[in-house]
């Protein structure tokens, strides 16, 4: 079962807030990525876990954010300071095999 | 730097005719090629994939072709239907690299199937 939750599925918030996500598998699955899509725009790369450990990084994921995988099923992903160019949706993957497998994002909007 | 293209915004279909989406590359090392189709407000669903081994790959109305020398790939989707208009997104990867094979997307075309 490739499935995967997210929660929250949208969020408003203030400029200078922290948020954070979460996301689920149904199903243990070694790889989880985190992806942003922004209006107009295919997902970009944020972070890559095996397991508990977070092994890549992209430079869109700037000092305010950060991610975790505690104990290898659950992931978060934490915005501190929000900006308005953080407005974007945050989408979860699960790696199986060559291909990757989509939550339903968070639509985040930063006021 | 877009590594992957996809220069039409959009395409109109009619039903029952064939849709064809195109998508450029410009990384060598992509070696493993992805489309996906998204609804407005969820996630991209994976559609169909093709290694760079192969040059044709079909499942059922969905059939990918990769032209690695033009570093081009096209969607073939026959006979269109009006469930299909959706934004369609290429998606490429270096399975071959040690690092977190993670995907370049295009921009992605509005299909829109015209009953």
Redesign the interface.
């Known amino acids: 079962d490739t499935g995967v939750s997210?929660d929250p599925r949208h969020k408003i918030t203030k400029r200078g807030q922290n948020v954070t996500f979460r996301c689920d598998p149904i199903s243990e699955h070694n790889r989880l990525?985190w992806?942003r899509q922004t209006l107009?725009?295919?997902?970009?790369?944020l972070t890559?876990f095996q397991n508990e450990a977070q092994?890549?990084k992209?430079r869109l994921l700037s000092d305010r954010f950060s991610a975790e995988r505690p104990k290898g099923s659950f992931s978060t992903l934490e915005i501190q300071r929000t900006e308005q160019g953080d407005s974007a949706m945050y989408?979860c993957t699960l790696?199986v095999a060559?291909?990757?497998?989509?939550?339903?994002?968070t639509?985040l909007t930063v006021l | 730097d877009q590594q992957?293209k996809q220069n039409s915004p959009s395409l109109s279909v009619q039903e029952g005719r064939i849709s064809i989406l195109n998508c450029d590359y410009t990384n060598s090392m992509f070696d493993?090629f992805?489309w996906?189709k998204k609804y407005p407000?969820?996630?991209?669903?994976?559609l169909i994939?093709i290694?760079s081994i192969k040059d044709k790959n079909e499942d059922g109305r969905f059939t990918v072709f990769l032209n690695k020398s033009a570093k081009h790939l096209s969607l073939h989707i026959v006979p269109s239907q009006p469930g299909d208009s959706a934004v369609y997104?290429c998606?490429a990867?270096a399975?071959a690299g040690t690092?977190?094979?993670?995907?370049?997307?295009?921009?992605?075309t509005r299909l829109t199937v015209i009953p």
Not at chain 1, 98 to 105: A, D, H, L, S, T
Not at chain 2, 41 to 46: K, L, S
């Open positions: 997210q990525y992806y107009g725009q295919g997902p970009e790369f890559y092994l890549e992209s989408l790696g060559n291909e990757q497998f989509f939550g339903p994002g639509r | 992957v493993y992805l996906y407000a969820e996630g991209p669903t994976f994939s290694s997104f998606a990867s399975l690092g977190a094979n993670n995907l370049f997307f295009g921009t992605g």
